[in-house]
């Protein structure tokens, strides 16, 4: 950079403006595109640099050449850790910001200003093709972790791109599609994890993303990308297209879309001068996101000029660490007889033959396809990892049971896995999707597994019950009813380049097993929640399911799932006592006794759901609000502390506008899943004064409630049969339902419809 670059924060911003008022006007207008895939645009004339930006999420991917923004082309080694599926399953804020600060060194010595994630939209559904780069069905939890890896990364000195904003849940259609959903909905589900990220992290920038929202290309929707995110959430960074989003460049630019990436060949810088020749742009709306470009570089000079080194080993331990928090142990039923029976894992250190089954031991599937495709530094196998561990005392013999690219069972290759798993004394299988069933770019056809993995497994579970399946799979598969043919179940979901030291420490007992499920693991995919409403048709997906998406779902039809979101097995187990929840702040501080009440040490997460028994909207039956970590030794206690905020009690007010707590009490559950609840306790809020405007076309009803018109109503009524007609318990119902001003045209009703501009008043003063 030049003399004239911004450099340091202390004198950026003067820097910036004076920057700006050097430019011209073609010059600031094309700071709002890309150069070429990764960088934007330089201004030699004045200094101004180009920077990289680059995928994300879960590890650099960094084209030398070559680029392309759908994983194709080879990019250089960088540390690939889990994908956000499985980090999701550790819960654990604290790793993700370590992971993250990891994440932050490598961008930063490769010279990048930005990594292009988290992406934090939900799983709609397991059909979503790239679930794997998600974290959660539930905005707490994903808004929470990905706050923790922004935090991480930025603390790096480069910065991060929030994705994709927003509700981009299928990949279907993914560049038109209009996501048609009610603004409930939005958000208090699909905008809350982005509000939460936002809020707390500030991520430098954020990434509009393809698909439409009610009709309105996120990428040019002045609502989405002005006023919720800056105006009410208070975002003071740029905003990105994601790779190809832009429809209108100008109406993008007005509506708050401050760079288009990639670099558009000079097509949008020209329709962005066009526009304010024609005056349907204001040179002060160029200026605005001109300004926020040179104020990213600004960020981003200081790390740019001393990028630093990276310490991979030390990158792949955190990798491995990564992986063993992020597996979820999901069964694990005794097998043997009478005093002898014990769960099947952990595998004892010496012993018999164990057979390992399946080639996703030997070729591990640990990250997903498309732009978040990482060319790992190293990658480690379950396979060799399990034979390192038992080191000869135990005999691995392996055999590879299927070809993941085949769909028909290789009898073979069946023949031999049955006959080792028939000669060892364990079997450890290795299941998953093959990496073509999902992917940026396409959705999942179905749930299932492929069907020559599930006939293999019957085969091998005839041979030898003492089976634990090790599952690979970036979002949840149907499980049942095969898991019933087998003791004990490992979900590995994609674990990175380090996932197979990670499952070697976990079969073994080396780690204990501590992540819970950030998805449910449903029954059937009939029951899903999206069935007739995915993915959508003409270009609409309707989001028919409204606020019950995942747990929410199946706790409103009471349906049976696999396994329900936040379970997770340990080697140990945990008692929760004496909860106590008080008031503090403007909402509530919970706290629990857990004791660890088994032979070994663990990682408990306590989770906190809230319920409102009584609501004038609807309200799901129970939403997470908060979560706890603590590991304790055996016979150790400890107390797991959450804060909850008045948000945490609160519903989106469609006729106010705003976050609305209604007063009365509330139900705090704590507990081990989403059905595995503990303990409950209530509390008592005040609420927000709502006083929704009374007008002629409001309900008897309505004006009876309201505090002042109530009793004036009331005494206009007077004794007589209208009176006795409102109140009457059965037919008052349909009485009161009725609008004011149509009652007051009821031959002999006490109030008249010339009257009504007075009542309305005297409701508006109150
Ligand atoms: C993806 C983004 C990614 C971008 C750049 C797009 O296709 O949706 O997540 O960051 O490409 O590769």
Redesign the pocket.
């Known amino acids: 950079m030049t003399d004239n670059a911004v450099t340091t924060p202390a004198t950026a911003g003067a820097r910036v403006e004076d920057l700006l008022a050097r430019l011209t006007l073609e010059e600031k207008a094309s700071l709002l595109g890309g150069s070429d895939f990764w960088h934007t645009t330089a201004v030699e004339r004045v200094g101004v640099p180009a920077v990289m930006v ?3 999420p879960h590890g650099l ?1 960094k084209q030398a050449e070559g680029a392309d ?2 994983g194709l082309n080879a990019s250089v080694p960088a540390t690939c850790f889990p994908p956000a599926a499985g980090l999701a399953s550790s819960w654990d804020t604290a790793l993700l910001r370590r992971v993250g600060e990891a994440l932050g060194r490598e961008t930063r010595a490769e010279r990048v200003a930005v990594l ?2 988290p ?1 934090v939209n939900m799983k709609r559904t397991p059909l979503c093709g790239r679930n794997f ?1 998600y974290f959660s069905e539930d905005p707490v939890l994903a808004g929470d972790l990905a706050a923790a890896l922004v935090r991480g990364v930025q603390s790096q000195g480069v910065g991060t ?1 929030l ?2 904003f927003a509700a981009n849940n299928q990949e279907t259609q ?1 560049m038109t599609v209009s996501a048609d959903v009610d603004e409930r909905t939005l958000r208090e589900v699909y905008l809350t994890a982005f509000e939460r990220v936002v809020r707390t992290a500030q991520p430098w920038t954020v ?1 509009c993303s ?1 698909n439409r929202i009610n009709g309105v290309y996120a990428s040019e929707d002045p609502w989405l990308l002005t006023r919720v995110l800056r105006e009410e959430w208070g975002f003071e960074g740029l905003v990105v297209s ?3 989003a832009v429809n209108v460049r100008e109406d993008g630019v007005r509506a708050g879309l401050d760079l288009e ?1 990639p670099s558009s060949g000079g097509t949008g810088t020209r329709r962005v001068l066009d526009a304010v020749a024609a005056g349907t742009l204001s040179e002060a709306e160029v200026d605005r996101s001109a300004r926020r470009v040179l104020e990213l570089l600004a960020k981003a000079a200081p790390a740019l000029a001393e990028p630093g080194t990276v310490d991979h080993e030390a990158h792949h331990a955190l990798a491995r660490e990564a992986a063993t928090a992020s597996a979820v142990l999901l069964r694990n039923e005794p097998v043997g007889e009478g005093a002898h029976a014990a769960p099947l894992l952990p595998l004892a250190p010496t012993g018999g033959a164990v057979a390992v089954v399946g080639e996703f031991a030997r070729t591990p599937r640990y990250q997903g396809a ?3 495709q990482v060319n790992p530094t190293r990658l480690d196998d379950a396979l060799s990892a399990l034979r390192a561990a038992f080191g000869g005392s135990r005999e691995v013999v392996f055999a590879a049971g299927y070809d993941p690219d085949a769909e028909d069972l290789d009898a073979a290759l069946a023949r031999e896995a049955v006959d080792a798993a028939a000669g060892a004394e364990v079997v450890v299988v290795f299941l998953g999707l093959p990496p073509r069933y999902e992917s ?1 770019g396409y959705d999942r056809a179905h749930t299932h597994l492929p069907a020559a993995q599930v006939e293999l497994l019957e085969r091998v579970a005839a041979a030898n019950a003492r089976v634990v399946v090790v599952l690979s799979n970036g979002s949840a598969v149907t499980v049942e009813p095969w898991q019933q043919r087998v003791p004990a179940l490992l979900e590995t979901w994609l674990l990175g380049q380090a996932g197979g030291g990670a499952v070697a420490d976990l079969l073994t007992g080396a780690a204990n097993p501590s992540g819970r499920l950030a998805e449910t693991i449903p029954a059937r995919h009939e029951d899903d929640p999206t069935v007739g409403n995915f993915p959508g048709e003409n270009g609409h997906v309707r989001y028919g399911e409204g606020l019950l998406i995942g747990y929410r779902w199946y706790d409103a039809h009471a349906l049976p799932v696999a396994h329900p979101f936040g379970h997770g097995l340990s080697y140990t187990t945990f008692a929760y006592s004496d909860l106590r929840v008080r008031p503090a702040g403007d909402g509530a501080q919970v706290e629990v006794t857990v004791t660890n009440t088994g032979a070994v040490a663990g990682t408990e997460t306590v989770q906190v759901y809230v319920r409102d028994p009584e609501c004038s909207a609807y309200r799901p039956e129970q939403e997470l609000k908060g979560f706890a970590r603590l590991t304790l030794a055996p016979g150790e206690s400890g107390t797991a502390t959450v804060a909850l905020d008045r948000r945490a009690f609160a519903f989106w007010h469609t006729a106010v506008q705003r976050w609305v707590v209604e007063g009365g009490g509330f139900e705090v559950r704590v507990g081990a899943s989403s059905r595995d609840v503990r303990l409950t306790a209530s509390i008592a809020l005040d609420g927000d004064d709502v006083a929704l405007p009374l007008t002629g076309e409001s309900t008897v009803d309505a004006w009876l409630e309201h505090p002042v018109t109530g009793p004036l109503v009331r005494e206009a009524l007077g004794e007589g049969r209208w009176r006795a007609m409102l109140e009457d318990p059965h037919n008052g119902q349909m009485m009161r339902a009725i609008p004011l001003v149509r009652l007051t045209r009821f031959p002999g009703f006490p109030i008249g419809e010339d009257e009504l501009p007075a009542w309305e008043a005297r409701a508006a003063r109150a």
């Open positions: 680059t995928d994300g991917r923004h759908l292009l994630g992406g780069e791109s994705k994709h993914r990434m393809y994601d790779w190809g990436m498309g732009s978040s940026e």
